[in-house]
Each structure stands twice: as structure tokens, then as C-alpha cells.
């Protein structure tokens, strides 16, 4: 019972004490001044025995009932000028300004400021508008319009000067001090001003009559460079437009163009078709007629050249025959007549005989050989002239093939020919496209085939010729074959004569 009491005491007396403590402790605020009185205090700074003390920024303790606690605020203040003067040349003016001011940091002036306005703070700009006032006046009754117009901060800082001792005296500082406005109620500065205005106005319409003839001069040189602009525009373009122009022209004529190509190469390949045509009428003629032809004749020939050696041989070995037994006759004789020693007229009997039969069997061996020399010419005139009758013949069945067969040799220089026309030819414009193309070049193949027709002409007028002046063995009244001008070259006409065998 008794702890509790005691315990509730030393609670009581805690609270108690927290409660003191907390009327006793007062803190100053960063913008403001605790001025405590009530007992001798020695600040620094101060006089001795002032009789109050100064914190500020901190807390302290005071005593109730024994010191009386004032707060001093530290804060900027302003005010406004509205002061009328008369300048040095008695001329009226209205100033115009604000003055920015405070109580100062230091523990001097704010024991300054403390006892002049700590019960009237609200009255302090009043004080300083006062003090700025008479002194401004006193400033700028010294002064002229054109100083003040001039030199605006030599006013503001001797008012400030002036000002300093009085402000320090009242605790205050002054942050700033600015003349917003100086009013002229009698115009002197709008007359001052009117001199340098008219001057002004006058360089102002000098430079704009400079500035409106550079302009004009700008305007025109930029005209002449817009023109010039406009002028290598259109130009630019009128290329432009020609490229496009020849593109799209290129573009037009490129479907006639691959139609005109993709023909060229049919007409390429339709040749070339024409030309192993040509080729195979060609080898078919050479099988059908020709080699036909050159085997009997070679077949006549080879007979006849085998009849003619057989004849030659015959006529080689009766000669040898009669040379061996002439040899032999004279060696008989000759034996004969060394073994009878006859006579002389016995030996020139035997040697005169046996030089004649020497004689006869050489005539005989000649006339075999000539025999068989012109049984061999008469066979190769006979095949010879089997081959031409032969060439004749197909000639007369078949003339069309045979001036194919003469066109599909020289096809490539009627090709040639034909295209001749275009070699000196740089650049063809065609107007109808595909169809003008196909056209020139079938004209031009044209002009290079009709030797064609000119050879069926000529057969037709020979053909005729045959049925008219020929006779009965189909040769013509000169002698010669009926087709011998249209024929091949190769197929030349020999002439035999049956007498010569």
C-alpha cells in the first residue's frame, strides 16, 4: 500500500516536473528574435545591465511569473515610395520606388529594433517610408531631370547612403532599394526627349527608306533568281518529261519489238528448216537418182575395164607365145645349122626366117594392144553416156526437185543476198509493229528467191523446145541434151563417136 503510494507520488511528481518544464522551455523560430526580461543579464555585445536578454535559433529556459518572454520577427518588409520632389532646376517630379527592409541578425540591432517597435512592428514600414521620403527629397533637390534620367543608380545609392546611419540607429538593413518610376507632370523630359526623338525618327525613316530599297533590291534580285529557278525547273523538267517520253515510247515498242524478235527467230528456224529440207531433198535425190545412176555406170565401167585387161591379157600372152616359139624356132635353127655346118646360105635362110617371125609376132602383140585400148575407151563412152541419159531422165521426171535440190545448195547466198538490203541500215522504226517487221523480211527473201521462178521458166521454155525441134531420140537439133541448161553443173555431156572403136 505504501509502495503504491509512493509510486504515485513519484508519477505525480514526474508529470509535475514535465508540465513545469515544458512552461518554462521556449524556443526561438529561425525567422524570429526572444527577447526575455525580468532579471541583469550581460549579452554580448550590449551594455551591462540592459536588463534583457536576446536568443535566437535555440531554446531556453525562463521562469514564469519572474521573466516576461516578447518575440521580435525577423522577416523582410516592404515599402512602397510615392515621394513628390523638386529638382535642382525646380522643375516638380514624382518618384516613384520600394524599399525592401529587416531587423538585423546582430544582437545589437535586434536590441535596437526591440525597443523601438517590439509592440509596434506594424508601424515600422510607416517609420521607414518617413526616413526614405525626407531624404530622397534632400537627394534630389541636388540633382537635375538629366541627371536623374541618366544616372538612376547614383540617385538610389546616395539615398541609400544617406539613409544608412538612421536605418542602423532602428536595427534595420536594407536589402534593396529600387526607383521604379520617375513622373514629369509638366512634360520637361517628354520636350527633353522630343530633340533626340525627332532625331531618332529621322535616322528611323532614313533607315527604312535604306531598308525598304535593300528590300525592293532583295525582292527583284530574288525575282530574277525565282525566274532563273523557274527557267532551269522547266527545263529540268522538259528533259524530265522526254525521258519519260522516250521510256514510255521504249515501253510501247517493246511488245512489237519482242513480237518482231520472237518472229525473227521463227523465221530463223523456219530456214533453217527449210535448209535440212533442202538437205534431206538433197541426200534423197543423191540416194534416188544419182548413186543409182553412178553404180550402173560404175558397174558398165568395171565390166568394160575387166573385158579390156582380160583382152590386153589374152593379146600379152599370145605375143609372149609367139616371141617363145619364134626363140625357140631360132634356136632350133640355129642348132640345126651349127650342127650340119652348112653352108653360110643355110645360117642367113634360118636367121632371115626367124627375124621375120620376130617381126610377126611383135605386129600381132601391137594389134592386141591396140584392140584392147579401144574396147576400154568405147566401154567408158558407153557408161558415160548411160550416166548423162540416166541424169536426163530423172532431170525429165522430176525437174522440180532438181532446182530444189540446186536452191537448197545456194540457199544461204539468196539468204544472204536478200539481207544485203538492211546492212547499211543503223536504226528501223516500225509503225506497225510485228506485221511491218514479218513484212520486210518476207520481201526480202523475196527479192533473193526468185530465181525460183526464173528456173521453172527456163525448164518450161526447154521442155518446149523438146516437144517442137527434137527428133525421134530425144536430142536436140545442135546435138546436145534437152536439159543441159538446167542441170547441174556436174552433169557436162561427152560425145562418143561408134566409129572409133
Known amino acids: 500500500m505504501v509502495v503504491g503510494v509512493v509510486a504515485g507520488a513519484a508519477v505525480a511528481a514526474v508529470l509535475v516536473l514535465i508540465g513545469l518544464f515544458k512552461l518554462m522551455w521556449r524556443v526561438a523560430e529561425p525567422n524570429e528574435a526572444l527577447v526575455i526580461s525580468g532579471s541583469k543579464h550581460r549579452t554580448e555585445g550590449l551594455e551591462e545591465g540592459m536588463g534583457f536578454r536576446i536568443v535566437t535559433g535555440r531554446g531556453t529556459l525562463v521562469l514564469p511569473g519572474v521573466q516576461a518572454v516578447r518575440r521580435l520577427s525577423l522577416d523582410l518588409n516592404e515599402t512602397e515610395l510615392r515621394v513628390d520632389c523638386v529638382t535642382h532646376q525646380g522643375i516638380p517630379l514624382k518618384v516613384r520606388g520600394v524599399v525592401i527592409f529587416k531587423v538585423g541578425d546582430d544582437y545589437v540591432s535586434i536590441a535596437n529594433a526591440a525597443r523601438r517597435f517590439l509592440d509596434q512592428q506594424k ?39 544617406a539613409c544608412g546611419t538612421e536605418m542602423e540607429k532602428l536595427g534595420l538593413i536594407v536589402d534593396s532599394l529600387q526607383i521604379h518610376e520617375i513622373e514629369d507632370p509638366t512634360g520637361y523630359i517628354a520636350n527633353l526627349a522630343m530633340p ?51 521510256a514510255a515510247a521504249k515501253a510501247r515498242q517493246a511488245g512489237p519489238l519482242a513480237d518482231a524478235a520472237a518472229r525473227q527467230e521463227v523465221v530463223v528456224q523456219e530456214t533453217r528448216v527449210a535448209e535440212l529440207e533442202a538437205h534431206r531433198r538433197e541426200q534423197q535425190l543423191q540416194a534416188d537418182v544419182r548413186k543409182p545412176a553412178d553404180a550402173r555406170a560404175y558397174e558398165k565401167r568395171t565390166l568394160a575395164e575387166a573385158e579390156r585387161d582380160a583382152r590386153i591379157s589374152a593379146a600379152q600372152a599370145k605375143a609372149r607365145e609367139t616371141e617363145l616359139a619364134a626363140a625357140a624356132e631360132a634356136t632350133r635353127v640355129k642348132t640345126a645349122a651349127a650342127a650340119e655346118a652348112e653352108a653360110t646360105t643355110s645360117r642367113g635362110a634360118a636367121t632371115a626366117q626367124a627375124t621375120r617371125a620376130t617381126g610377126e609376132a611383135e605386129a600381132a ?47 544461204p547466198e539468196i539468204v544472204r543476198a536478200g539481207a544485203s538490203a538492211f546492212g547499211s541500215v543503223d536504226h528501223m522504226v516500225l509503225l506497225n ?53 538446167a542441170a547441174a553443173p556436174a552433169a557436162q555431156q561427152v560425145a562418143v563417136d561408134p566409129d572409133r572403136s
Do not use: C
Request: glycine share 10%.
Open 365 to 411: 602383140a601391137a594389134q592386141a594392144r591396140g584392140l584392147a585400148e579401144a574396147e576400154a575407151a568405147r566401154a567408158r563412152g558407153l557408161a558415160e553416156a548411160e550416166a548423162i541419159k540416166a541424169r536426163a531422165a530423172a532431170l525429165a521426171e522430176n525437174q522440180e526437185a532438181v532446182v530444189a535440190q540446186q536452191l537448197a545448195e545456194n540457199w
Open 196 to 246: 533626340h526623338a525627332a532625331a531618332v525618327q529621322r535616322d528611323a525613316r532614313i533607315a527604312q527608306a535604306e531598308a525598304n530599297r535593300l528590300a525592293t533590291e532583295a525582292e527583284q534580285q530574288a525575282a530574277a533568281r525565282m525566274a532563273e529557278a523557274t527557267r532551269d525547273s522547266e527545263i529540268l523538267q522538259a528533259g524530265y518529261q522526254a525521258e519519260r517520253d522516250k
Open 433 to 485: 509493229g510485228a506485221d511491218g517487221m514479218a513484212e520486210t523480211f518476207t520481201k526480202a527473201l523475196a527479192m533473193g528467191g526468185t530465181g525460183l521462178g526464173l528456173a521453172r521458166q527456163l525448164l518450161a521454155q526447154l521442155n518446149g523446145n523438146d516437144n517442137g525441134k527434137g527428133d525421134g531420140n530425144g536430142q536436140a537439133p545442135n546435138g546436145t541434151s534437152p536439159h543441159s541448161g
Open 123 to 161: 508601424l515600422m514600414a510607416e517609420r521607414v517610408h518617413n526616413v526614405f521620403a525626407g531624404h530622397l527629397r534632400s537627394i534630389v533637390g541636388g540633382l537635375t531631370v538629366e541627371d536623374m534620367i541618366r544616372d538612376r543608380e547614383k540617385l538610389t545609392g546616395q539615398t541609400r547612403a
